[in-house]
Every structure is written in C-alpha cells, then in structure tokens.
C-alpha cells in the first residue's frame, strides 16, 4: 500500500533536546512539506521541498531544519533555538509542485517539550 | 499570499444539511482545496475547485465564485461521522519558484449532533 508514515505518534523531549521527527513516503512524489497545526491556528508551513536536495523555508522556518537527501524520506528536526515547540506536526506529499494535484498527509506526530 | 476567512465552528442535526463558506483575498487565485480532518487525525481531501460553478462528489459539494472570492462546501444527509474539522486552501499564482503551495484557513470545527 502506497502511503505517508511518520513516527513516531506522540514525542515527549525536555526543553533544550533538539529531536527529528520522520517523514516517509513510498508515492514516488517529489514535494513534500512539513506544517504545524496548533488550535485554533489551522496549518503553517514549515519547510518544504520540491525536489530532492533541495528544500525551502516556509513561513515559520525559525527553530526548525530539513533534509532531503533521499526521495522518500523529508525529516524535521526541531532544535532547541525553537521559542514553542509543542504542537502537532503534520508531513505531507504531492506528486509535483506545479500541477492542481491534491497534497496526501500522514497521520502526524504530537510532539509535547516539559 | 491570502487572506482566508471561515467561521470557527458550526453545529448540525444528522439528517441534515449544512453550508460551510470560505472567503479569500488573493493577487492571482491558481485554485482552491477542501480538506476533512478528524481530531488528531491527517487531513483527507475532498475536493478542488479552479473554476466558478458547482462540484459535486456523492453527500459533498463545493462551490466556487471567483469574482467573490468565496467558495462554500455543502454536506448533505449529514452523518454522525461528519463531525470534523473542514479546512478551507487557496493556491495563487506566485508560487515563490513555482511552489504553489496553498495556503491553508484555520478550519472550521462542525459538531453533528443526534
């Protein structure tokens, strides 16, 4: 079956721990993102990447990273430098950048920082 | 980029119908996404609407008005398992490289009752 995973489902780190979250997908698309969802906020793009090697900043990039050394795979890491962490991080694909296509999330993982 | 508008929640009777509207302010509209997304869950797509009129898809329907910036999505028959947050995506021409990414509304929470 063709899908979006990401792990784990929910993430608990101290304050100051920088922790990657990950994003696979096994659809053969070339974009994938990264959104945070808090309440009442909808989703804000973090990063995003159109192809592999290369990504971009999204509209709330401070505090995070990316990699997109591989097609399948778009990790996030959230560092330490990142005022508010906790929040519901969504990673999702789209088969190009530039076509009407619909974007296909994962299930997320809530990520609490105590 | 947009300004996208949706009300913070609605409440339906199952059986029922209900309207839930998204306006936008846009330079250059490319296209606009409904998404489904039940509490901690990934959002799933409904639908996609590029030109003005009517789209329907089984109990689901989503409209378009260009000229006013507005696009509504119809539930019909409303079920129990409808109760879910609705969201709301404008994509616009800029696409910062040819990204055209939407830009997602906080959603609307819609709460099916018995």
């Known amino acids: 079956d063709g899908g979006i995973t990401q792990s784990p489902k929910y993430l608990f780190r101290k304050e100051g721990q920088n922790v990657t979250l990950s994003c696979e997908q096994n659809?053969?698309?070339?974009?994938m993102y990264w959104y945070r969802q808090d309440p009442g906020q909808g989703l804000r793009l973090i990063y995003y990447?159109?192809?592999?090697?290369?990504?971009q900043k999204g509209d709330i990039a401070e505090g995070y990273s990316v990699s997109r050394e591989k097609k399948e795979s778009f990790p996030l890491t959230v560092t330490s430098a990142q005022k508010n962490p906790t929040a519901f991080y969504l990673c999702?694909?789209?088969?190009?950048?530039?076509?009407?296509?619909?974007?296909?999330f994962g299930p997320g993982t809530r990520l609490t920082v105590l | 980029g947009q300004n996208i508008d949706q009300p913070t929640e609605m409440t339906a009777t199952e059986g029922a119908i209900v309207q839930i509207n998204c306006t936008y302010q846009?330079?250059?509209?490319?296209?606009l996404f409904w998404y489904q997304q039940h509490a901690g869950e990934a959002p799933t797509f409904l639908s996609y609407?590029?030109?003005?009129g009517l789209e329907e898809k089984g109990r689901f329907s989503s409209f378009l008005s260009r000229s006013k910036g507005y696009s509504y999505l119809l539930l019909k028959e409303l079920q129990m398992k409808d109760s879910a947050s609705y969201l709301c995506?404008?994509?616009?021409?800029?696409?910062?490289?040819?990204?055209?990414?939407?830009?997602f509304g906080r959603g609307t929470s819609l709460i099916v009752h018995p």
């Open positions: 990447s159109q192809i592999v090697n290369d990504f």
């Open positions: 659809l053969n698309h070339d974009a």
């Open positions: 999702a694909s789209r088969l190009d950048s530039y076509s009407y296509n619909e974007q296909f």
């Open positions: 995506a404008v994509r616009d021409n800029d696409g910062s490289g040819g990204s055209y990414i939407p830009t």
């Open positions: 609407n590029v030109l003005d």
């Open positions: 846009t330079s250059g509209f490319n296209g």
